[in-house]
């Protein structure tokens, strides 16, 4: 019996000590950095699904990690993975974790690229890459740009635009330039030639024909009177009867300056004021500039908020005091239907923004109120005795948020 007494605590405290610190946690930040951040053993499960709870909470979510977990009976890896996209512009690496697409434009010569990535950093599939090098100007005027730095198809469609919209009766060409450096290479033109040319051929054909009609007519008023009438009178009568030769007038659309001074009104109850500037003869052109009051919000860098004041997880302590900013710069096209009405349609940048101050003194966009980003606008004109009466409609967008603005515009145009 004493034997039997003995086993079985030999037993009992042999499998006291194999479960003692059985089960086993480390966790490893394997992306950006490979490094461990915790590691620990736990007598029981319970104790360690209670670390591996409220570690998981502390993790960092710009990085990516592995826990590796050992109980008595098996081994397990899950992954947490933060990091499932990588973008690169110009150089410089930046890691989220949803998947991003570069800007429409660029104020500086910019190359994207962007690739999903494994756990560990690496690339999954192919990677995205987009080239902002481009650069449209007239061939005339190569150092006044009409387009920031945008990429291929967007530099042809804005060279062929111009194109389109210019008079037969003027030659126009259209460079692209690439930068590859600060000095920027030609890399493609656009022109009318082909249009222009054949404009010149059909106004020629046209004088061809009025000289030939008119020498026509000279030549058959004597053949007619030849029996009626001597021939020296005859001939003085087809002298007098010859008109001088009128030239070839071709009617053409007046260029037409205007300027308005306008008002405008959000949907968020901003005001502001400014001015528009342009010229149209078929087609044409105009920018545009308005302002309110209050720039406080106009720091592009300050901290954004959500609707309801929290930037990211912290709430700031607010003070009781707030601005409106609203700018907005934008130019466009414009279209003459008749000698009365016109329409435009533009693009630029607006920030029409709502700012809370904090108790230190430091100001905080109100995302939920707030767009910060591209101006877009459609409207009419109608110009009567060069008295000129706008109505545009205008949305500004950070693509996450909407603002709608009314504008309307009182000038005065002027014929070129």
Partial sequence: MKKVVIFILSLFISTVAVAQNGYRVEIKQV??????????????????????????????????????????????????????????????????KNKTSPNKFYDVATVWEGYSCNIDGSRKGKAEKKEFVYRVAFADTPNDFKTPFVDLNTAKNEAIGYINAALQEELVEIVIYRFDTDVPSVFHKESNREQHNAYLAKLEAEKSKEIAEKSKEVTEKPKENVVAQNPKKEHNDTTSTMEPKKPLVIKKNPTITFITLNGGYTN???????????????????????????????????????????????????????????????????????????????????????SWKTLDNRWVRNGGYSAVGLDASVGAMFILKNFVVSLDGVVTTNFSNVIFEGRIGLGYSFNL
């Fill in 31 to 96: 992306f950006p950095k490979s490094v461990s951040v915790y590691s620990n053993a736990f007598n029981f499960k319970r104790e360690m699904d209670n670390a591996i709870s409220t570690q998981t909470a502390k993790l960092n979510g710009n990085s990516n990690y592995q826990i590796m977990i050992t109980t008595p009976s098996d081994k397990e890896t899950r992954n947490i993975q933060n990091i499932n996209w990588i973008q690169t512009v110009n150089g410089i690496k930046s890691f989220h």
């Fill in 268 to 354: 968020t109850e901003n005001l502001s004021v400014g001015v528009t500037f342009g010229q149209v003869k078929k087609f044409g052109w105009f920018a545009s500039v308005m302002t309110g009051f209050n720039y406080d919000g106009f720091d592009l860098a300050m901290p954004v908020s959500d609707a309801e004041g929290f930037v990211g997880e912290s709430f700031p302590f607010y003070k009781d005091e707030y601005a409106k900013t609203v700018f907005s710069v934008m130019g466009g096209g414009v279209m003459r239907l008749n000698d009365m009405i016109y329409v435009k349609a533009g693009l630029g940048f607006g920030n029409r923004s709502l």
